[in-house]
């Protein structure tokens, strides 16, 4: 018989082969779905650099430029620019926590899953929850949200910019005019636009805008850009009730980011903030411009590649987004089996439809790095294949 000091080493031996073995299948899958996207290769490089603590000063110099390079991202001026620590539903989850009170009116624009996902959050904080909705697939009309907010005040409206469930962009700017006019704070979405589309938030009006890192910053999923205007701290600073999430209460995070002398709140994910720091670069270098056209561009090969095959996008063209493109599913094709089939004999990922569009489209990604001609051209010779 094993010594119970064989048996144990024996054991972790064993473990450590598992632990192993699962990690050596894994492979490169090109990942043309809503997100993640391909991580771009300086990104892999950056997050294997040695761990600092969270209070070295480099580490804090590098926090600091990224703040600043998100500022130039958003478009904005915001002091209060930091990555959130989590995924890009922390930052709504953030957003909505500082924000809202119980309560509060708050009105959310549905065309889609993350819409909803929006009034679910605001309702669990017993705000007053409208919704006003639009079909998935169309974008939300500015002139039918003006007409509601005559109707009603509002403390917050909120609504999503790319609707990563439909493909769908939303006019953020033209809403943020009817929402300036009503004096209600304004609530912005840009987990799959910021990085592949313009984002102008201080002049579209927005109050607090919020994104995820795995879209088209092309960086691995867990941290969430948030900005804050002034206007929007001004409402957290006249709280009488403490932020009911300590961890996501932008006051107390807000020290740690801030001044000369940083204040310990959480234990921050050092080396997923070098790969946001190395991605952001990468953006930059590149040049902001550069990278809409990219995006675009490869988005109109993609729509031509298609068409060639018979299949078409779900959403008209002047409300398509780029980076998220809703292919409807021909008739007689069975959807789940040629996504099956990318996957496992291609080694690609793109993504199926949601709620009432689950089974009438495939969502394909060109996201950041994904976005290159070579990745459209190698979905479209394997869809050609299946079909």
């Known amino acids: 018989m094993r010594s119970a000091y064989t048996r144990r080493l024996f054991y972790d031996l064993r473990v450590e082969s598992v632990v192993s073995n699962k990690l050596d299948a894994v492979h490169d899958v090109l990942l043309m779905g809503p997100g993640p996207s391909c991580v771009y290769p300086d990104v892999y490089r950056a997050l294997a650099h040695p761990t600092l603590g969270h209070l070295d000063p480099l580490f804090i110099a590098i926090m600091d430029d990224i703040k600043t ?60 929850v409208d919704t006003l909705e639009f079909d998935w697939g169309t974008p939300v009309v500015p002139e039918t949200v003006a007409a509601r907010l005559q109707m009603k005040d509002y403390a917050l409206v909120a609504v999503v910019h790319a609707e990563t469930s439909t493909g769908v962009r939303n006019p953020v700017d033209k809403i943020g005019e009817s929402v300036k006019m009503s004096g209600a704070l304004y609530l912005v979405d840009a987990v799959t636009s910021l990085g592949g589309i313009p984002v102008h938030m201080d002049a579209w009006g927005i109050d607090l805008l919020y994104s995820g890192t795995q879209k088209c910053l092309s960086c691995p999923p867990g941290l969430a850009p948030l900005s804050c205007s002034e206007r929007a701290l001004a409402k957290l600073r006249a709280r009488t009730t403490p932020v009911p999430n300590w961890y996501l209460d932008l006051s107390l995070l807000l020290s740690y980011w801030e001044g000369a002398k940083r204040a310990y709140h959480h234990t921050a994910p050092i080396n997923m903030l070098y790969g946001l720091y190395q991605a952001l670069q990468c953006v930059m270098a590149e040049g902001l411009e550069n990278v809409y056209a990219r995006h675009r561009n490869m988005h109109e090969l993609l729509v031509a590649e298609l068409g060639k095959l018979g299949l078409e996008i779900l959403v008209e063209p002047d409300y398509r987004l780029p980076m998220l493109n809703a292919v409807k599913v021909p008739a007689g094709v069975d959807e789940a089996g040629v996504r099956a089939r990318l996957l496992g004999e291609h080694s690609i990922e793109i993504g199926a439809g949601l709620g009432p569009l689950a089974g009438k489209i495939w969502r394909v990604g060109l996201m950041g790095h994904t976005a290159r001609a070579v990745n459209v051209q190698r979905l479209i010779e394997a869809l050609r294949a299946e079909l």
Do not use: H, I, W, Y
């Open 69 to 128: 390079l998100l500022r130039t991202l958003m478009q904005t001026t915001n002091r209060a620019t930091l990555p959130m620590s989590g995924t890009g539903s922390a930052g709504m989850e953030a957003a909505f926590v500082n924000l809202v009170k119980p309560g509060d009116a708050v009105l959310v624009l549905v065309n889609g899953v993350f819409g909803k996902r929006m009034a679910e959050v605001a309702g669990r904080l017993r705000a007053q």
